[in-house]
């Protein structure tokens, strides 16, 4: 068996940070205590000392491009990538090709993890307008959630059909995962530049095309269906505001129906550095505001904001211009 001692660490578990050690039994943490002495001649030891250890890292929501689309990456790139940052369980979603969207496709991609992955893994199932018999299929031991895009998304994956969404609501008690962008917005606004853009709208008006007021509207409603029916309810990459007056700290986090998520990247950039960055901050939902950013940031600090997620999703330098 593998022995190894990780020395003179500054130790980051359950909210705390302390200086110790931890005594690592093949795949196993054995003991972690403020000194460790040798166990065996031959345990490996590191001394990590004015060194951070921190635990591997979830992360809820990535797109690894298998099937489909591998020439961006695959389970086994993205998976080493994930943990070369310190991420050692991934939820991937089904907006790959084709569409996870049935059991049969949904099962494919748990085999290719299986002799892929270098981290541990679960996929979400997705949902469509015309697949509830198949969403209502999904084995919540080892399936992560139900994903549902409001909002247009690759594919045929677009729910939008209200009757639609109420039956999913109603009828899963697993945990249902949102892309809350509403589409008549989203398409209105999109005309509005098109009218003085033509086809060639910069990406600097992306955010005012998938606009605060189209999250907002999205995640209100689907808020509003969970309470309806009892669903637990997961809001992915919140963007705006607007929308963190939806969320609440009041209740402890393991009795919380509904949670909510930010992203990197909606924490770091504003609809500023779209002027030097251009279409590598081009997401959807959008960048917003500076105003949007500190008021995300200001939720996740008091709880408003349950989870910090990548959204990790590969593309080519070419498919960057397009």
């Known amino acids: 068996m593998n022995t190894v001692l990780i020395k003179n660490a500054r130790i980051v578990n359950e909210g705390r940070i302390f200086e110790g050690d931890v005594l690592i039994e093949g795949e196993f943490i054995k ?14 030891v590191i001394d990590a000392e004015g060194s951070y250890l921190i635990p591997g890292a979830i992360d809820d929501q990535v797109h690894f491009r298998e099937p489909g689309l591998t020439h961006k990456g695959d389970i086994a790139s993205e998976s080493r990538a994930a943990i070369a940052g310190g991420i050692t369980s991934f939820i991937e979603q089904p907006n790959t090709v084709p569409n996870a969207i049935t059991q049969d496709l949904l099962e494919e991609k748990y085999r290719i993890a299986s002799e892929k992955s270098y981290a541990n893994y679960s996929f979400m199932m997705g949902g469509t307008n ?48 949102v892309h809350c962008e509403d589409e008549t917005t989203i398409k209105t606004n999109l005309e509005k530049y098109k009218a003085e853009y033509g086809d060639d709208i910069p990406v600097t008006v992306h955010h005012l095309i998938r606009s605060e007021e189209a999250c ?61 960055k251009g279409n590598f901050i081009k997401w959807n939902p959008a960048v917003k505001t500076a105003t949007d950013r500190d008021a995300l940031w200001k939720a996740l600090l008091d709880d408003r904001i349950d989870v910090i997620a990548t959204d990790h999703a590969p593309h080519t330098l070419e498919e960057f211009s397009q």
């Open 31 to 44: 003991e972690i205590a403020q000194s460790i002495s040798h166990k065996s001649s031959n345990c490996k």
């Open 130 to 177: 015309d697949n509830l018999e198949e969403v209502l299929k999904t084995n919540p031991k080892n399936v992560a959630g139900i994903k549902l895009f409001l909002g247009s998304s690759t594919g045929n994956m677009l729910v939008d059909n209200p009757e639609t969404l109420e039956k999913i609501f109603a009828n899963t008690k697993m945990l249902i995962a």
């Open 216 to 276: 907002y509207l999205s995640s209100s409603k689907a808020i509003e269906l969970a309470k309806k029916t009892g669903a637990r309810l997961h809001i992915f990459h919140l963007s705006s505001a607007k929308e963190m007056d939806l969320f609440t700290n009041k209740t402890p986090l393991e009795e919380k129906q509904i949670t909510a998520e930010v992203c990197v990247h909606h924490l770091w950039f504003s609809n500023e550095d779209y002027a030097t």
